[in-house]
């Protein structure tokens, strides 16, 4: 009898000296006191690192490349290749983009984290060769004549953030302008014709702005031709 009852105080023993628990040191709810785990285990997610920026300025249509990032679980493993990238990039529209990069562990637990891209428009997608449509219509005594050529080229400036509007029309070659991201402004500016039949000073200024896309330019012209007439037209400018 005391031999059958020694052996159950040891079985007692042995099951009231058990802890059930939490037993991985590199969970959030280690329990250095358990002794047996009992799947109760919290893991912090894992990380990704993003190489460079988080918020990148490209111009229109610039290529982007993306300076890297890296991903590491709690225990230390390198799991970059496991990363995920969502990429919406339109380098050929101008606005905000997000590159979405998420990873998911061996713990089942995920990380995400994105860049910003802001496609914007520079100076260099102003310059080029333009068709114009316009409505830029003067009435001469004898005939209907356009302010503006319907080929022109737009040409960087001396001056930062300066264009060239060249092959503005027979007596102007060129018309300057300031852009300012995606609008232009044209300050008034006084030019001398002194061509016959005209021999008169023309006053022209206007402002406007390129597409997303960067191919088409819409300006609005105010001019003041002295005896000839005041008024204002809008011309499009179609890139070739």
Do not use: H, W
Not at 11 to 17: D, E, I, T
Not at 108 to 136: H, M, P, W
């Amino acid at each position: 009898m005391v031999k059958y009852f020694l052996v159950f105080l040891s079985c007692f023993l042995a099951l009231s000296c058990t802890k059930n628990g939490c037993t991985d040191e590199f969970a959030t709810n280690y329990n250095s006191d358990a002794t047996k785990d009992d799947g109760s285990c919290l893991y912090s997610p894992p990380i990704i690192e993003l190489m460079g920026n988080d918020t990148v300025y490209l111009c229109l249509q610039e290529v982007y490349t993306d300076s890297g990032f890296f991903a590491q679980d709690i225990y230390g493993n390198d799991i970059t290749t496991y990363v995920e990238v969502d990429n919406e990039l339109n380098i050929d529209s101008a606005g905000f983009y997000e590159i979405n990069y998420s990873v998911t562990d061996s713990n089942g637990n995920s990380f995400s984290t994105k860049r910003v891209i802001k496609v914007e428009i520079c100076l260099e997608n102003f310059l080029g060769n333009y068709q114009v449509a316009d409505d830029c219509q003067v009435s001469l005594v004898f005939m209907d004549v356009s302010l503006i050529n319907d080929s022109q080229s737009i040409a960087e400036g001396d001056a930062d953030n300066e264009i060239f509007i060249l092959n503005f029309n027979p007596f102007i070659n060129q018309v300057n302008a300031v852009i300012e991201n995606e609008n232009i402004i044209i300050e008034e500016s006084v030019f001398s014709i002194a061509q016959v039949p005209l021999n008169l000073d023309v006053i022209i200024s206007g402002n406007g702005t390129i597409s997303n896309n960067g191919n088409v330019i819409t300006l609005n012209y105010n001019y003041d031709l002295g005896l000839l007439g005041v008024g204002n037209c809008q011309a499009t400018y179609s890139k070739q």
